[in-house]
Nanobody, 119 residues
Framework: QVQLVESGGGLVQIGDSLRLSCVTSGISFSTSRMAWFRQAPGKDRAFVAAISGSGISTGYDDSVKGRFTISRDNAKNTVYLQMDSLEPEDTGVYYC????????????WGQGTQVIVSS
């Protein structure tokens, strides 16, 4: 059974930092591409960042480049999202997801963790 459990969300001020974690089980973590998505109020879920199984390759949406960092610890089956210089536009529910065999597909998702950036 695949499980992804996010944590680390909360209410912060503009310019603050948060570190999200996603602990996984039931998958071959070290060979799985992982990603973070977010859903802002009233909007569709959107890609934030992704990381290869080895951790060598990463990719980011333009809106978070230079502010967010995705990383992983394969010994802990955990992927992280370090979020710095947070802005109100970063408010939303953040989800981690496991990449599928088809590039761009994500068959497994966590339940999400809420991030609110207050002005």
């Amino acid at each position: 059974q695949v499980q992804l459990v996010e944590s680390g969300g909360g209410l912060v001020q503009i310019g603050d930092s948060l570190r999200l974690s996603c602990v996984t089980s039931g998958i071959s973590f070290s060979t799985s591409r992982m990603a973070w998505f977010r859903q802002a109020p009233g909007k569709d879920r959107a890609f934030v960042a992704a990381i290869s199984g080895s951790g060598i390759s990463t990719g980011y949406d333009d809106s978070v480049k230079g502010r967010f960092t995705i990383s992983r610890d394969n010994a802990k089956n955990t992927v992280y999202l370090q979020m710095d210089s947070l802005e109100p536009e970063d408010t939303g529910v953040y989800y981690c997801a496991v990449g599928g065999t088809v590039l761009g597909s994500y068959p497994y998702w966590g339940q999400g963790t809420q991030v609110i950036v207050s002005s």
